[in-house]
Structures are given as structure tokens and as C-alpha cells.
């Protein structure tokens, strides 16, 4: 009895045999080839060639190499060696009687006996004393003037709050005088949290301080030797010896390649497109690419400066992009939902704000160039129900 | 049948990665950031020579008042890269972005005689475009911080597309001497401290003051005749007037309807106190409440339908809401400890209240249903919460421990951030915040 499945598979298997035949259904596009020009010569030409190239052997007949003379008289005996006598054991010999004794080992030193245990070695130095910590209740993040989605830390105090965080440039003393960098300022970006903590929620336990690590002891410098006065390395690719007149073929033959490949140069129709290269459509946006620019963007989106009723204004807005990631044009609004014409218009402007301080932050949004495709037309929906009760 | 059936699958399976790959490239931000908006205010161009004093306070006020918020952060003119020399010069849009200010504002002062005038402008700088059109206030030399304060307003409600507060008073009770002989008297001032008058002398103990809503009266409690009563007072011509009250009887804990005309406060008779509403121009009072309990504190929401109160009915202090007229009353308030001194916020979607839980005070804000309770504040003793104008800001009094402690105002965004002192030249408590001044 032959059920359904029967079919359902034979008709399943011949689908996928007859697709497999069909090449896919695709139309795939063949991959990218680079073209190298080249030509066919004739085995003469070629025989001339490597001719040239070959060194002619000598016109002479070879003369045959000297034969070695070899001596047949026997190496004269090894000269006798005396044999060595052993040394005549010496006779004891009784110590010496000194006239003067020496003098008595000196009296062990006495000390007085106390109870007191002996003096431990002096321990090494302690580290500096701990300040007393109370164990925090509750972790609460620390105050501060921004909230976002990530954390970051107070800046250091010696660098200026920015963006991006960069270390500072430190001149080096062992560094090519010559090649002077641009003296740049530490930068931090600014101390974020998570969330708004108010006085109400700031527990008093909360750790206020911590230890400061112990720094590890720091290894010997090196001893500073003068190094011997080398050469400095050649950065420029390494000259090639000059043709000696020793060696004409081999110029007659690189000049002989050269002129065949200009030869053919000339002839070959150019393959370089004279038209402007095509934008890369590339593959579908991954979506780590995808959450990079959002997080972004998300950065420069600040909800609070908006009222409480444009904080409830879900928005959505189109923008096409330039190839170099900049606007093209200006942002659009698509829809909006959520309140009214006063809070749609606090809250298109804070999101076009965003798109706009984003893109002047770098040279442009973090977008994959050969995508461009991808992203050329974006549409962002801005959504602060989440960032309310924050 | 099956056949068909999967020649459609095997299409939908094709189509989907084509499907995907069309269309814009579509994302939605859910996750932003809360900091303060950068803007740039070169100093006001003073186009007389009397105007220069004036042109540089009114820059520096808008400043203080702007970045007073928490919601906005002044770059340092340090950092200009271009300079505003004159109010009609074109905007180099991208000298103000490279050093990230989002706004710029620009303004002139001229002084003709005792006539000041002043005028603006905002710029939205990653637009490149003017927000809004230009704008001039006129008045004396002598008002100059009100055209300040407005100035603010205007670059606050465009930027933020809610209204200002600066241009408001606060009435408070001023507080002079020690604890335990401590000077009363009602006073008045602009709502950054400045221009404090007083509005009563300290013969008589004086308590929780309330801004009409237009502000040309307050409400209060005197205890110049031994007991509690009610008074309204005139703030233009300082004159003032009692609301009756039966001999033996103690009423407290005023404020007006949001039309003006009507009073709701709490009247104590026989060791009861429940909540009632007088009408200032008949004298005709409705009990609203009658419950055993006490029940005071009450608090008109801004469409004057409902009421919320505190009362002990449920055996310890907690929050209800009812009707304007009475009726039965729904408890919003759940948590530990005690819940006093509610405030419908004008926005009317919040209520601002005092908690005390666990030997601290607290300053916190609810929904109107009771949810998303969050406390803004923490202290041996916090109180008295009165709302900004734009709902966004609360002012209340705090007040240190100990035989020597003071009281003093302090502000709080309803966010909990911008927690910060209020500048005022005596002790202070009770604040009341009135309305933006026409």
C-alpha cells in the first residue's frame, strides 16, 4: 500500500533532482576576474630568447684536471715516550709541636636569659594600611550628568572629557628626533551611567573609596649600553648589483622581455573601464554592522531635553546616505505616533539633531563601504518608551 | 495539492533573501542618552552705551537660568571659534558645531531713557536653521531680570516644547531666630531667590502659604488669634481678609480651585477633621469628607474633578483620591511607612507627596493610580512639596538636625536629578510656586 508520503517524497526528490539539473534557478553572476594581459610568442622566439640568456660554453676542449700524487712510503714510527715513574710515597710526618698554643677560641658571648623569643627576622615591608570599607548594602550606580545605555567610568583627571578616548601622546627620548608627533591631550569620554540615582536611592554604605592596587615591583633597566654604530636599515628595496660587462646577455635579454611586453602592451585593447566604477551593491548588512550603527546613533539621541510629552512620540525618519557615509539632502519624517503636532515636532527634531551630531562626531556614520546598497536609504524609528523611566 | 504546495514553498523560500535585501535600511533606537544640550550664548550685543551694563546681566541671567535646569549645559566662550559681533550677523553654522554647541542664542540690549528693550534669536546649529522667529521683550531698567527670566523661557520652550518657569515667584514662610523662638513671617520672591519682600510681619505665627492660580493671591494659616484660621491675602495691596470660622473650630491646610473662586482645606471641630469647600464670594462651605479619621492636606487635580488627600482611616497616613464633591474615596498610596502632603501635578499626570519611613523624609512623586512610586530625596527632614509651573521642577523644604538647625528650599527635577539648593537671604520653608507672570 503506497501512502501519500510515497508521493510526497518521490515528488520532493524529483523536484530537487530537477533543480540541481536547472543549475539552482539562479542566474549567478561569475566572479570578479581580473584580467592579465598576455600573448603567445613562437618557440623560435622563445629559443632565441633563453638563448640569449644562456652563457655560450667556451670554444676550448676541456683539459682534464691533474691527477693528485699520492705517497706510498709508510709514516715513520711513533718516537718512544718514556714511561712515566710514579712518585715515591712520602714518608708521615709527624705534626709539628707548636711552641705557643694558640690562643683560646674566644668566649662565647653571653647574653642574660630572658623569656623573650628571639627576634624574627624583620618581616618585609607591609603594604600601607587599608582604608576601612563598609560592604555596600546595595549596588547603586554612582551619580552623573549622563545616562545612557553603557556605562563608563569618571575620566581620569588628567584627561579632557571627549567622545572618544584617546591616550596621550608622551614624546619618546629613544625616538627619531626627526619624526615629531602631534602632542595630543588624554581624552576620556564622560562618566556615564546606566540609570538616574537620586539622593533617595544613594545608600550610605556604599563604598566611597577603594584600594589602590600595589604596584608591582618594577624590573632592572637594562643597562644602557652604547650601541655599536650600525648602519641604519635601508627602508628603500635593496639596489640591484649594476649589469658588469661581464654579464651582456643578461641585458640583452631583460631589455629583449621589456620591449615584448611594451610590444604587447600596445597591441592588447586597454581592459581599464573608462567608466565610472560601479557602487558597491555588496552582501545584506550583517548584524553587527547593523548594531554598530545603531549604538551610533543611540549615542548622540538625547531624550532630555524633550518634554514628557514628546517623550511618549514614537517617530520614524528616512534619510539617503552619500557614498561617504555623510546626509544627502535632509532627514525626513515618515510617521509619527504618540502625541501632538507640538510633541511630534520636539521629537523629529531631536532625532534628526541626533542624526545629524552623529554624523559630524567622525568622518561620517560607521558604515561598511562596500555595501553602500546596503545603506544608502536609512529609515530609523525612534522609540523612548524605554528611556522614560530611566 | 502537494505538488503546488511545494512549488509555493520553494518560491517563498527563494523570494525571502530578495525580499530582505530590498528597502531601505530600517533600525529602531530604543536606547538613548540623558544629558545635558550644549549651547553657546555669545553676550548679548549692547547697541547704546547705557545698555552695555544691562546687555551683559541679561546674558549672564538667561545663562544661569538655562543651565540652572540640569537640561542644558553652557559652552565656555572660551571655546568660540567665531564671535557675534552684531544681532543681524549670518550664523557661521559650522564654527558653533565644531565645538558641538546644539544651540545658539544670540540677543541685543538697547536702553533708551528708563525703557530697556531686549531681543533674541536661537538657532539650531546641527539644522542650520533659526528655531523660531525673533523675539523682543520691553520694559524698565528696573525689571531687566524679568526680561531676563523671559528670554529663558522662550529658549526653554522652543528647545524642550514645554513651557518655562523662570519668569514665577515663590510665596514661602521666612524664618529667622532659633528653634524654639522662631520668627514667621510670609514673604515673596522670584523663583531663584532674588527679589525677596515680605508680605506680613512676625507678630503672629504664620503657615502654608498657596499662590492663587493666577497669582495675585495667597492663602495661609494665622495663628494670630490662638487658633488656626484662614486668610487671604491681596499680594498687589497686601490687604487681607478671613475666611469665617466658627468659634472652637481650627481650619488649616488651604489652597484654591483652579478657577480662584473656591477654597478646599481641612476644618477640625470636636477632635474630627475632615475636608471642606468654601465659596469665597457667597461664604457657602460643603463638607466633603466625614469620615472619623483625619482627613486633610486635599489637592485639586488641574481639571478640578478630583481631589487627593492624605487621611488615617486605614491606621496610619496614606493617600486617597475622590471626587471634588466627596464621595468615596480610593486609596493610591501602598508602600512602607507614612504618606502625607499630596500636590496634583499641573500636567496632572503625577503627585508629588511626603514620605517618612525608617527615622528619613522623603520627597517623591507617584502616578495618580499609585504606580511607579519614586523618591527623589532623602533627608532628617524634607517637606512641603509645591510644583513648577511646567510640572517638570518640585521645590520643597528641608530642614537639619539639631537645636541649631535651619530650614531652607530646595529644587529637584521630577527625573530626581538637579537636586540643589534655592539661594534665599533668610531661613525658608513652605514654598508655594505661583505661575508664570503675565
Known amino acids: ?390 | 495539492m502537494m505538488k503546488r504546495f511545494l512549488t509555493l514553498l520553494v518560491a517563498l523560500m527563494l523570494a525571502g533573501p530578495v525580499l530582505a535585501q530590498g528597502g531601505p535600511l530600517r533600525l529602531t533606537i530604543t536606547d538613548g542618552v540623558i544629558e545635558p544640550i550644549p549651547f553657546a550664548l555669545p553676550s548679548f550685543q549692547a547697541e547704546s552705551l547705557e545698555a552695555q551694563q544691562a546687555a551683559a546681566d541679561i546674558s549672564r541671567l538667561v545663562v544661569q537660568d538655562l543651565a540652572g535646569t540640569g537640561l542644558f549645559r553652557e559652552v565656555p566662550a572660551t571655546a568660540f571659534i567665531s564671535q557675534v559681533s552684531s544681532f543681524a550677523q549670518p550664523i557661521a553654522y559650522a564654527d558653533w558645531r565644531a565645538i558641538n554647541a546644539q544651540a545658539l542664542i544670540t540677543g541685543a540690549v538697547t536702553v533708551t531713557g528708563s525703557q530697556l528693550v531686549v531681543k533674541f534669536r536661537l538657532y539650531d546649529v546641527f539644522s542650520g536653521a533659526e528655531l523660531g522667529g525673533g523675539l523682543q521683550f520691553a520694559g524698565t531698567t528696573q525689571g531687566w531680570r524679568r526680561m531676563g527670566h523671559k528670554v529663558a523661557d522662550a529658549v526653554y520652550s522652543r528647545i524642550t516644547g514645554e513651557g518655562g518657569y523662570f519668569d514665577s515667584r515663590i510665596v514661602l514662610v521666612s524664618e529667622a531666630g532659633p528653634k524654639d523662638n522662631r520668627q514667621k513671617r510670609l514673604a515673596i520672591m522670584d523663583y531663584d531667590g532674588a527679589n525677596l519682600q515680605f508680605l506680613t510681619d512676625s507678630s503672629a505665627i504664620v503657615l502654608a502659604p498657596r499662590f492663587s492660580p493666577n497669582g495675585d493671591r495667597v492663602l495661609y494659616t494665622s495663628f494670630e488669634s490662638g487658633f488656626p484660621r484662614i486668610n487671604v491675602l491681596d499680594v498687589a495691596n497686601v490687604g487681607q481678609q478671613q475666611l469665617p470660622t466658627a468659634q472652637g473650630e481650627m481650619a488649616f491646610s488651604p489652597r484654591f480651585s483652579r478657577d480662584g473662586r473656591q477654597v478646599i482645606y481641612s476644618l477640625s471641630n470636636g477632635g474630627n477633621t475632615d475636608i471642606y469647600r468654601t465659596d469665597l464670594g457667597t461664604g457657602q462651605h460643603v463638607r466633603l469628607t466625614s469620615a472619623p479619621s483625619i482627613e486633610t492636606a486635599p489637592s485639586l487635580s488641574p481639571n478640578g474633578d478630583q481631589i487627593v488627600f492624605e487621611s488615617d482611616r486605614s491606621g496610619t497616613q496614606q493617600l486617597y483620591i475622590m471626587s471634588a464633591n466627596g464621595g468615596e474615596a480610593r486609596r493610591i498610596s501602598f508602600g512602607e511607612g507614612r504618606y502625607g502632603t499630596p500636590v496634583w501635578s499641573p500636567r496632572g499626570d503625577l503627585v508629588a507627596f511626603t514620605k517618612q519611613n525608617a527615622g528619613r523624609f522623603h520627597i517623591g512623586v507617584m502616578r495618580t493610580d499609585g504606580s511607579e512610586e519614586r523618591l527623589l530625596t532623602s533627608s532628617f527632614l524634607d517637606e512641603g512639596p509645591t510644583w513648577a509651573p511646567n510640572g517638570r521642577v518640585i521645590m520643597f523644604s528641608r530642614e537639619t538636625q539639631g537645636a541649631g538647625g535651619t530650614s531652607s528650599l530646595y529644587s529637584v527635577d521630577i527625573s530626581g536629578r538637579n537636586l540643589k539648593a534655592v539661594p534665599v537671604q533668610s531661613g525658608a520653608s513652605d514654598p508655594s510656586w505661583g505661575p508664570l507672570q503675565q
Open chain 1, 1 to 390: 500500500m503506497k501512502g501519500p508520503g510515497i508521493y510526497i517524497s518521490a515528488i520532493g526528490h524529483i523536484g530537487l533532482i530537477g533543480w540541481l539539473i536547472l543549475g539552482w534557478g539562479f542566474d549567478a553572476d561569475p566572479l570578479p576576474i581580473d584580467p592579465i594581459p598576455f600573448t603567445t610568442i613562437s618557440g623560435d622566439a622563445f629559443a632565441d630568447m633563453m638563448a640569449a640568456r644562456t652563457p655560450k660554453p667556451a670554444d676550448a676542449e676541456p683539459t682534464a684536471l691533474p691527477q693528485p700524487v699520492v705517497d706510498d712510503t709508510p709514516p715513520p714510527p711513533p718516537a718512544q715516550v718514556a714511561t712515566p715513574t710514579p712518585a715515591p710515597t712520602p714518608d708521615p710526618v709527624a705534626p709539628p709541636v707548636a711552641e705557643n698554643p694558640p690562643p683560646p677560641p674566644p668566649p662565647p658571648l653571653v647574653t642574660e636569659a630572658t623569656d623573650v623569643p628571639p627576634v624574627a627576622p624583620a618581616p618585609p615591608p607591609a603594604p600601607p594600611p587599608s582604608p576601612q570599607l563598609e560592604v555596600s548594602q546595595r549596588p547603586t550606580p554612582r551619580q552623573a550628568d549622563r545616562i545612557a545605555a553603557t556605562p563608563s567610568a569618571p575620566a581620569p583627571p588628567d584627561a579632557q572629557v571627549a567622545d572618544v578616548a584617546q591616550q596621550e601622546t608622551v614624546p619618546d627620548a629613544a625616538a627619531d628626533p626627526e619624526v615629531v608627533l602631534d602632542a595630543t591631550q588624554a581624552t576620556a569620554p564622560p562618566e556615564t551611567t546606566t540609570e538616574i540615582v537620586t539622593e533617595a536611592e544613594k545608600p550610605s554604605g556604599a563604598v566611597e573609596t577603594s584600594v589602590r592596587p600595589q604596584s608591582r615591583p618594577s624590573r632592572p633597566t637594562p643597562p644602557v649600553s652604547t650601541p655599536p654604530q650600525e648602519t641604519p636599515p635601508q627602508e628603500t628595496p635593496p639596489q640591484e648589483t649594476p649589469p658588469t660587462p661581464a654579464d651582456p646577455p643578461a641585458v640583452v635579454a631583460q631589455d629583449d622581455i621589456d620591449n615584448l611586453l611594451a610590444e604587447l602592451s600596445d597591441d592588447t585593447p586597454s581592459q581599464t573601464p573608462t567608466a565610472a566604477p560601479a557602487v558597491p551593491a555588496g552582501p545584506p548588512m550583517t548584524g553587527a554592522e547593523n548594531d554598530g550603527f545603531r549604538v551610533s546613533v543611540q549615542s548622540c539621541w538625547n531624550v532630555g531635553g524633550m518634554s514628557s510629552a514628546a517623550q511618549q512620540v514614537t517617530i520614524t525618519v528616512a534619510f539617503d546616505l552619500t557614498t561617504d557615509r555623510k546626509v544627502d539632502g535632509d532627514v525626513r519624517q515618515v510617521s509619527a505616533s504618540g502625541g501632538d503636532a507640538q510633541a511630534i515636532a520636539v521629537a523629529f527634531r531631536t532625532a534628526r539633531s541626533a542624526i545629524f551630531q552623529c554624523q559630524n562626531r567622525g568622518a561620517g556614520f560607521t558604515l561598511p563601504s562596500d555595501k553602500y546598497e546596503q545603506w544608502r536609504e536609512v529609515e530609523l524609528t525612534f522609540d523612548p518608551s524605554g528611556m522614560r523611566l530611566r
